[in-house]
């Protein structure tokens, strides 16, 4: 028999329950697992968290300084060494305008306004500053007009450098710690250099030097407290605060509002620390906005010298001809930082502007385009147009500039009497020279060639056939020659463009640019030789070292003594021919031509230190004649011949003159080769009489004639021609 229990036993229990004693003891066991379960999620996350700290320790500081992207600068001829934002022509940053600075060139005013504003301590912590974290949650909290970051700047250089601009903890983490192994790696003064080239300032501006010259137009050194606050200020957001916005801007007025309560708020922070006096602050911010230089919208190669005489399709065309010569690719132009020393001479630029401009002065008029080249083959002056941002078709460089080759008209006669005085042909071959005459090509085709206004010439030798531009005399010519050996001339001269071998290549059937025919021109001054065309002496890094430099190598195409006869024959063209207009006060020669109908004209001509080829036409794809400009049909001794002759009498100004005296000859009026006295010129020639011939040298930086015969490489076809088997009707002089 089982006991029973005791009757006072559940009256025990129910006792026990209620004792304030055993609630506490209740409390306590669950408590234990409440601390014992936030105990186990904190030890977790710790170990979580250092793990991560371990694994982000373990990632290596990148060595050395991440390449930044640089404001390339591009000189003209009078720079030979520190071709710089001062004396720079142009500035290709393809939107990354940045020059790199020491330390030691930023002054202490804008080191302390910065400092005042992102980190007040930087030269104290280590890398990593909990005050200022602190600092920044109280400064948000009270919306706070310049509310300060928690980043260091060596957190925020790390950030730009390294990392990406993520939002997560990750990130941040890894930022810290970077940021400390760099300052144990670095002293301060070179992080705050780097942390100062890299970061964006607005308006395309990375790094302070570009901030100070867009903004102010100053270099570093010279940032007074007012430019250093406004720069300090729009650090955080600078398109956002940009204070001198266009006054058409909508968003001018809330810009420069943000703008002076930011530049406020910096005064502030550095009268509070002792930096400045309240009488600097108030003198600032009592002096405006002035200062800072108003926004502008630039193209890629910023503020261009020369702007307003066609200097952009020269730095244009500098840029592809180094592209496409794989010289230096887009990238490295627009952000190497590199210095491009060119060969364009800016008084010669100018004074090709000025002989368009005031020969073609009328609204209406034409378009000119003027190439020149010295004697080592560089451009010295290459008027492509003179509105670059409406219209960045280049004129003088065909379809290599964007657009098209044009007809030189008689001037590519000289090709044709190169070639056939090269391949033997005498001076004393004569031709009948009727108004107008057919001659058979065979094949059941015929040319119908006839002179300027069909005037017969009667019988002519080669000098005078090319004085007075028979086209009768040298279709004959060419059909004795060979089409196909004039356009073989034609290219190792330098002509780019591909020509059709057809007899009417002679007067003028090619497309060609007025560079590729300056180009042959020079070879006659040169005595046979070609070199360049080149824009470039050459390249070299931020610091100095030369990266690329112009060979300038010549090649012979032509004997010297057919260049000397060439020279002599084409010298009588300037001295009493079809291009009388072009007389300066030098021996000087050249060829006229004059295309179909008058839609282009052409003189091309040189000295021995100098040679131009100038173009007049209407551009563009209407078909537009000249035949009454300013009251008159517009031929190559005309207009062309004018603009040329104003041009070299200002570039030839004290350079050497040389003497173009036919070899073997005396050049007296006994001579069987000298122009005849009765032969015709065509009625649109003018003279003017000559000027003494001078002699005086003046300094030049042209480059010695190396011994070398290596062709340089050869430039991008200018056009492509396809040509008919029936050639068109000829050209006028």
């Known amino acids: 028999m089982s006991n029973p229990r005791p009757p006072s036993a559940p009256r025990r229990n129910a006792a026990a329950a209620s004792d304030p004693r055993t609630s506490r003891r209740v409390w306590r066991r669950s408590g234990v697992w409440l601390r014992r379960l936030v105990f186990s999620v904190l030890l977790i996350g710790i170990a979580a968290g250092s793990g991560l700290i371990y694994v982000v320790w373990q990632i290596p500081l990148p060595s050395g300084e991440p390449p930044l992207q640089q404001t390339t600068y591009m000189c003209a001829s009078d720079v030979d060494a520190d071709c710089s934002f001062e004396n720079s022509m142009a500035q290709l940053s393809g939107g990354v305008d940045r020059v790199s600075v020491a330390y030691e060139q930023v002054p202490a005013v804008f080191v302390l306004a910065l400092l005042a504003t992102e980190d007040r301590q930087f030269f104290e912590h280590a890398g990593v500053d909990p005050f200022a974290v602190a600092r920044a949650l109280v400064s948000d909290l009270r919306d706070d007009d310049l509310r300060q970051g928690g980043s260091t700047i060596t957190q925020q250089y790390v950030k730009n450098a390294y990392l990406t601009a993520e939002r997560t903890w990750e990130r941040k983490i890894r ?6 192994k760099l300052e144990r790696e670095l002293p301060k003064q070179e992080i705050l250099e780097r942390y100062l080239n890299t970061i964006y300032w607005g308006r395309g501006a990375y790094g302070i030097q570009a901030a100070a010259r867009t903004y102010f137009g100053v270099n570093v050194e010279d940032l007074n407290l007012a430019q250093s606050a406004y720069l300090a200020g729009i650090i955080r957001s600078p398109e956002s605060a940009d204070a001198n916005r266009q006054p058409d801007d909508p968003l001018f007025a809330d810009q420069r509002q943000a703008a002076t309560v930011r530049r406020s708020a910096v005064l502030a922070a550095m009268v509070s620390l002792g930096w400045i006096t309240p009488e600097q602050r108030d003198e600032v911010e009592e002096g405006g906005w002035d200062y800072v230089s108003p926004r502008e919208t630039q193209t890629n190669y910023g503020k261009v010298v020369g702007a307003d005489i066609g200097t952009e399709y020269f730095v244009d065309y500098t840029r592809r001809w180094l592209v496409e010569r794989g010289i230096f690719t887009d990238d490295q132009i627009y952000g190497g930082g590199l210095r491009i020393y060119t060969t364009i001479d800016l008084g010669d630029q100018e004074a090709a502007a000025n002989a368009v401009r005031s020969t073609l002065d009328r609204p209406d008029d034409p378009q000119a385009s003027l190439v020149s080249l010295d004697d080592a083959g560089g451009i010295t002056a290459m008027i492509g147009g003179f509105d670059f941002a409406g219209d960045q078709v280049n004129l003088a460089t065909g379809t290599f500039g964007g657009g098209s080759g044009r007809q030189p008209g008689s001037s590519f006669k000289a090709l044709t009497l190169a070639t056939a005085l090269q391949e033997g ?10 108004g107008r005459m057919k001659i058979d090509l065979g094949g059941g085709g015929e040319w119908d060639v006839g002179n300027y206004a069909d005037s017969g010439m009667g019988q002519l030798n080669l000098v005078d056939a090319t004085r007075n531009s028979s086209n009768t005399a040298y279709a004959q010519l060419i059909m004795d020659v060979g089409a196909g050996d004039v356009a073989a001339m034609a290219t190792r001269m330098g002509v780019t463009a591909d020509i059709p071998e057809v007899p009417a290549i002679t007067l003028g059937a090619a497309d060609v640019s007025v560079l590729d025919m300056t180009t042959a021109f020079s070879v006659f001054a040169q005595r046979g030789e070609k070199v360049g065309p080149w824009p470039v002496r050459k390249v070299t890094d931020a610091n100095g070292t030369v990266l690329w430099e112009a060979p300038f190598n010549r090649e012979r195409v032509l004997d010297p003594e057919v260049a ?16 009388t207009s072009a007389r300066i006060d030098q021996v000087a020669a050249g060829k006229t031509g004059t295309a179909e109908n008058f839609r282009d004209a052409w003189f091309i001509g040189y000295t021995c230190r100098l040679t131009a080829g100038v173009w007049v036409g209407y551009a563009g794809t209407e078909t537009r004649y000249m035949n009454s400009v300013h009251g008159i049909e517009v031929v190559g001794g005309s207009f062309p011949a004018q603009i040329w002759r104003k041009f070299m009498l200002e570039a030839t100004d004290g350079l050497e003159s040389c003497d173009f005296e036919r070899p073997g000859s005396s050049n007296n009026t006994e001579d069987p080769f000298a122009p005849s006295t009765t ?5 649109s020639s003018t003279t003017t009489p000559a000027r003494p011939t001078t002699t005086v040298p003046r300094p030049t930086t042209t480059v010695p004639r190396p011994t070398t015969t290596v062709a340089p490489p050869p430039p991008p076809s200018s056009t492509t021609t396809t040509a008919s088997t029936v050639p068109p009707r000829p050209a006028n002089p």
């Open 175 to 180: 930022e810290a710690v970077l940021a400390i």
């Open 425 to 434: 042909v005498p001076l004393s071959r004569t031709y009948d020279s009727p």
């Open 564 to 579: 000397d006869t060439m020279n002599w024959v084409l010298r009588q063209v300037v001295e009493n021919g079809t291009g």
């Open 679 to 683: 032969s015709t010129v065509p009625p």
